[in-house]
């Protein structure tokens, strides 16, 4: 998978590419993934990206000379673009792998009050959010989206069904987990897990996960 990611601060994105499996993943070749700064597409001397909102209003615009030349120096093949937007689709389960089956993905991170929305309409965008919330750019987002697909790309985890235990990949929470020392502090490890039947132990990780998932996500089990 190729990824083009467009900021105006490339710092913030640079650091996370080099560490834990996303960095290994690069490293490794599995993915490639291209950093450009907007400002690089920029005409004046300022080299200005962003400008006042018609109709008035607090807050700055990102223009849409130099952010449409910036993604249309990917011609002819620019993949799926999305526009990182607190007001877009909110990221999933099922649209993270929607987009890991891509071949090829454009990410833009938003910056200021937001992007004009001709860059929406017509290089076109899709806008995708990552929460009801709002963050100071879509640097971060971006980073989510990157992290959460890369792990689905084969090769990137060493064992495939890591992934296919997770939360929310059938529909629920993903259930507790312990580890040495069996005793902390007064508390036990459930007996059950040390058990060594290995029956029993399935049946008390699904319902222990049905118990985590109605306790802090009931909206998944309704």
Sequence with gaps: ??????????????????????????ADGLIDVRVHDIRDWSTDKRRSVDDEAF?????????????????????PERGRVILLSPAGRRLDRDLVH???????????????EGVDERAVAQLPAEELSI??????????????VLEAVTRLIPGVIGKEES????????????????????????????EVL?????ARIERWRREAAEAKTRRNR???LA
């Design 1 to 26: 998978m190729r990824v083009d990611i467009f900021t105006i601060f490339p710092g913030i994105i640079a650091g996370p590419l080099r560490e834990s499996l996303l960095g290994k993943a690069i």
């Design 55 to 75: 109709g008035g209003g607090p807050g700055m615009v990102m223009k849409p000379e130099p952010l449409f030349a910036a993604v249309e120096s990917l011609d």
């Design 98 to 112: 929607e987009l890991a089956a891509e071949p090829h993905l454009t990410l833009i991170c938003g910056r200021y």
């Design 131 to 144: 929460g009801d919330y709002v963050l100071s750019g879509g640097e971060l987002p971006a980073l989510v």
């Design 163 to 190: 992934h296919e235990q997770d939360s929310f990949e059938d529909g629920i929470l993903d259930h507790p987990h312990y580890t040495r020392p069996r005793e902390f502090r007064g508390m036990e490890v459930p």
């Design 194 to 198: 040390v058990s060594g039947d290995h």
């Design 218 to 220: 009931p909206d998944l």
